[in-house]
């Protein structure tokens, strides 16, 4: 047996020793019987492929998770932006519970003809009467006082102000950054100032606080920034309803639904409707320096009081205004949908229950902005967040029933009285608060 195995060794390996005196070394070589040596060059390819193959298994497995990533982390901006919703829903109710009411849509100081500085034109949104309820004193502090600036650009403050906004690293830093310009008021000591509730919001570019805007108004999936001296942004705009005609005016009218109104203080007692079923407010999508729908506003569509459809008609196959739309801007021409978070004029803040979420907005006139079908839209895939008057937040998709959009909105002077159906299905009657639906 013991031969056997050594007979059976000795033809799987032959070693064979080779005594050679090379520079004084002994080398010995170790030859496998059946199997060939690989010359170095076989042997790299081989190392070669290998890492080759281990690179390609990498880059696949990175191709599989980023996506997963990236969802993650839209989630966690979605339940962030969810958050400033409810934070925002508890300002308003919190100024209710304060004031008996909810702030108009669009009001404030004035108006002053002739001067933008001696007032705000009554111009300024719902947003900025609930900053005191967002826990940020100092800002309110800053908008509700008068703002002293001195005779040069670069911001002063009183010795009031220091207290609330000086003794606050963040809007310290902030403001001093921030552009402004001599008041057009003069106190007894020879001091500049801008009145208490600053002057008209499209003034921003001489007055920091409407600048500075407010990082709960922002929702993260939203990745436009302030243009250098423009307002600050925002992507939650007021519940208009779901009129058209007259929609955002200084007047009374039928068509005004909604929970919001310029120059009109709402009470929740008005929303016989159920506060769990009326909506209060609802994402916008900034404007990104295209012509996207979502972010901007198709101007002089007219007809959209009786066919609020030809909106839609504005936008191509891609999503974008067909060529020829003029486009509603800023006064400065560097913002729209949300381009001005203390501006009340329902094309930068306010929204309408017409159109489904992420669809086109259109005015009426190119030379006005306070009529038209204007969109929730959002940077989410999908839909958009809406508040509820109950303080509720959801998620509205954009498949949400319109009813017919051919159909004429309640307006003065068609035959529909004010408490009727939204003739624009769920959405619809989510935007009215007192239509019996």
């Known amino acids: 047996m013991r031969q056997r195995d050594r007979t059976r060794h000795s033809f799987l390996l032959n070693a064979r020793a080779r005594a050679s005196k090379t520079a004084g070394t002994l080398t010995m070589e170790i030859h496998l019987t059946g199997h060939r040596r690989l010359p170095p060059c076989s042997r790299s390819g081989r190392t070669l492929l290998a890492v080759v193959v281990c690179v390609i298994c990498l880059l696949i497995v990175l191709a599989l998770f980023f996506p997963a990533l990236e969802a993650t982390r839209e989630t966690a901006r979605?339940?962030?932006?969810?958050?400033?919703?409810?934070?925002?829903?508890?300002?308003?109710?919190?100024?209710h519970a304060a004031y008996s009411q909810l702030p108009p849509g669009c009001g404030g100081t004035g108006p002053t003809p002739g001067?933008?500085?001696?007032?705000?034109q009554q111009r300024l949104s719902a947003l900025v009467p609930i900053?005191?309820?967002?826990?940020?004193?100092?800002?309110?502090?800053s908008i509700s006082n008068p703002y002293e600036t001195g005779d040069e650009p670069t911001p002063e403050f009183s010795?009031?102000?220091q207290k609330f906004i000086k003794g606050d690293a963040y809007y310290r830093d902030r403001f001093d950054e921030l552009s402004t310009a001599p008041g057009p008021l003069t106190s007894e000591d020879g001091t500049r100032y801008f009145p208490a509730m600053g002057p008209a919001p499209w003034r921003a570019s001489v007055y920091p606080p409407w600048q500075e805007g407010m990082r709960t108004y922002r929702c993260p999936s939203d990745p436009s920034e302030r243009p250098t001296k423009h307002a600050g942004l925002t992507n939650y705009a007021c519940s208009y309803g779901d009129g058209v005609d007259t929609i955002g005016e200084r007047v009374e009218s039928i068509s005004q639904r909604g929970v919001f109104a310029n120059g009109r203080a709402r009470c929740f007692d008005d929303i016989t409707d159920g506060m769990a079923n009326t909506l209060m407010m609802a994402e916008v999508a900034t404007f990104q320096g295209t012509r996207s729908a979502t972010g901007s506003i198709a101007a002089n569509i007219a007809g959209l009081q009786e066919d609020p459809w030809q909106c839609l008609a504005t936008v191509d196959q891609q999503g974008n205004y067909r060529?020829?739309?003029?486009?509603?801007m800023t006064p400065d021409g560097k913002a729209s949908r949300g381009g001005n978070?203390?501006?009340?004029?329902?094309?930068?803040?306010?929204?309408?229950?017409?159109?489904?979420?992420?669809s086109p907005s259109c005015d009426t006139s190119i030379d006005s902005r306070l009529e038209g079908v204007f969109s929730a839209a959002s940077r989410h895939a999908g839909g958009c967040h809406v508040l509820m008057a109950d303080g509720a937040v959801k998620f509205i998709t954009d498949s949400v029933d319109t009813g017919d959009l051919t159909q004429?909105?309640?307006?003065?002077?068609?035959?529909?009285?004010?408490?009727?159906?939204?003739?624009?299905?769920?959405?619809?009657?989510?935007?009215?608060?007192?239509?019996?639906?």
């Open 78 to 95: 979605r339940m962030s932006c969810s958050n400033n919703f409810k934070q925002i829903g508890l300002g308003f109710h919190n100024y």
């Open 115 to 120: 001067d933008d500085d001696l007032s705000n």
């Open 131 to 141: 900053v005191p309820f967002l826990e940020a004193s100092p800002m309110w502090q």
């Open 159 to 161: 010795e009031h102000d």
């Open 323 to 328: 060529s020829g739309i003029t486009l509603r």
């Open 341 to 358: 978070w203390a501006d009340g004029a329902i094309c930068w803040t306010g929204i309408t229950t017409v159109l489904p979420p992420n």
């Open 408 to 437: 004429p909105s309640v307006y003065p002077d068609s035959l529909s009285p004010a408490a009727i159906d939204s003739p624009y299905g769920v959405w619809g009657a989510l935007g009215s608060i007192q239509g019996k639906e």
